[in-house]
Nanobody, 127 residues
Framework: QVQVVESGGGLVQPGGSLRLSCAAS????????IAWLRQAPGKEREGVVCINSGDRSTFYADSVKGRFTISRDKAKHTVYLQMNSLKPEDTAVYSC????????????????????WGQGTQVTVSS
């Protein structure tokens, strides 16, 4: 059974940091492009960042460039999202997803149709 599970969310003050983790069962994250998406209340889901499978190229939304970093630990079959300098506008449910492609083209639409994604983890940035 294919399953994706995110962890690491929580409440953090503005300027703080969090690291999210993404793990999967039923397939290996190492084999596919993996994206993080987020959805804030009343807003459309947004593709935050994606990492290719083979060449590990990364693609960031302008809103998080320089603050967020995606990485893989292939030995642990885990993908991480390091989030620094967090802002209140980063508050959202963050989900990990794949379209079962090796490259990130179209990653903003991951989480719909074919592919796999998790339930998400809540990130709240507030003082």
């Amino acid at each position: 059974q294919v399953q994706v599970v995110e962890s690491g969310g929580g409440l953090v003050q503005p300027g703080g940091s969090l690291r999210l983790s993404c793990a999967a069962s039923g397939f290996s994250l190492n084999d596919y492009a993996i994206a993080w998406l987020r959805q804030a209340p009343g807003k459309e889901r947004e593709g935050v960042v994606c990492i290719n499978s083979g060449d590990r190229s990364t693609f960031y939304a302008d809103s998080v460039k320089g603050r967020f970093t995606i990485s893989r630990d292939k030995a642990k079959h885990t993908v991480y999202l390091q989030m620094n300098s967090l802002k209140p506008e980063d508050t959202a449910v963050y989900s990990c997803a794949t379209g079962f492609d090796k490259y990130c083209s179209g990653y903003g639409s991951y989480g719909t149709g074919a592919g796999a994604w998790g339930q998400g983890t809540q990130v709240t940035v507030s003082s």
